[in-house]
């Protein structure tokens, strides 16, 4: 099996999390990557110590409580192709409780998703800067970016891009409709070179409509040192540490995918691959026919 596949267990531990990536599990540096599953009235706690998070609510709502505030009916979709995300950034030293949807827990009331119960996304990167201010992320602040055309065509939302405040966080999700590639065409952003290209980690955390199918994700370098193809499926994680990557869903099953990326230059900057950049005009040919 790929060392790039991470599988979300079947069951949660006792702290919650069905998934987990450190940077020492990934063997990098930046980037860390938790989802929890909680049934209706849980409580997962976490100390950020010298880390900034951003809490992303995939499904379902919670409650996130913090020497920052109480953030109550955060969330609410019955799933992430029902309505955009909502989220919380939370900077070094707190401890943040995060609620599941139940009695006494918002939730209820919105009609975009579930009365009880939430699976949520925890978004991890270093804060040599001491973070950022603690706030709200809403998603319905946020615009949804159409992203090329035709099969090319996906869905961006950002969370905690460049236009909010962060050390080192960017996290954005991506709708993908069925039969679709995305991350397209392949891009690299493994280089220290701003701004033409910055150096980031990413994790790519998938989800599929209906959840029986699966995708395909390429990651490779120019000298094919870096040379994998990686079959997922709903809940996998796939990481990036360099290379190109792009990604495809076959047709009858929609594909998400929360992307959290992370390294010394708080920038989104890349490079697509030389061979593929013809694709992105619509009318154009492939120059070597």
């Keep these: 099996m790929s060392g790039l596949l991470i599988h979300a267990s079947g069951s949660p531990a006792a702290d919650g999390a069905i998934l987990r990536v450190t940077p020492e599990s990934a063997g990098w540096r930046y ?12 409580v997962a706690q976490r100390e950020t110590g010298d880390r900034e998070l951003c809490v992303v609510v995939i499904a379902g709502a919670v409650e996130v409580r913090s020497r920052h505030g109480v953030w109550s009916h955060l969330g609410g979709r019955i799933d992430p192709w029902a309505g955009r995300p909502d989220g919380a950034y939370l900077p070094p030293e707190t401890t943040v409780t995060i609620k599941a949807a139940g009695a006494g827990v918002g939730g209820g009331s919105d009609t975009r998703g579930p009365a009880a119960g939430a ?24 615009e949804v970016e159409t992203r090329g055309y ?4 996906r869905f961006i939302c950002p969370i905690l891009m460049g236009d909010r405040e962060a050390d080192s966080l960017l996290v954005c999700e991506v709708l993908t409709p069925a039969g679709h590639w995305s991350s397209y065409p392949p891009h690299r952003h493994d280089r220290d070179d701003p701004p033409r290209e910055t150096v980031l980690e990413e994790t790519y955390y998938h989800r599929m409509k209906p959840p029986g199918g699966f995708g395909l994700q390429r990651v490779y ?7 994998e193809a990686v079959t997922f499926g709903d809940r996998d994680c796939v990481l990036v540490p360099r290379g190109y990557h792009t990604v ?24 697509n691959d030389p061979d593929h950049d013809w694709v992105l005009a619509p009318q154009a040919t492939n120059p070597s026919t």
């Design 31 to 42: 980037v860390g990557f938790e989802v929890l599953a909680l049934p209706a009235g849980a």
């Design 248 to 271: 495809s869903t076959p047709p009858g099953y929609d594909l998400y995918y929360l992307n959290v990326m992370a390294g010394p230059t708080r920038l989104w900057a890349v490079s």
């Design 119 to 142: 699976e949520v996304a925890l978004c991890w990167a270093p804060a040599p800067f001491g973070g950022a201010p603690a706030c709200v992320l809403p998603g319905d602040a946020t």
């Design 221 to 227: 370098s120019d000298d094919r040192s870096l040379e």
């Design 150 to 153: 035709g099969a090319l065509e």
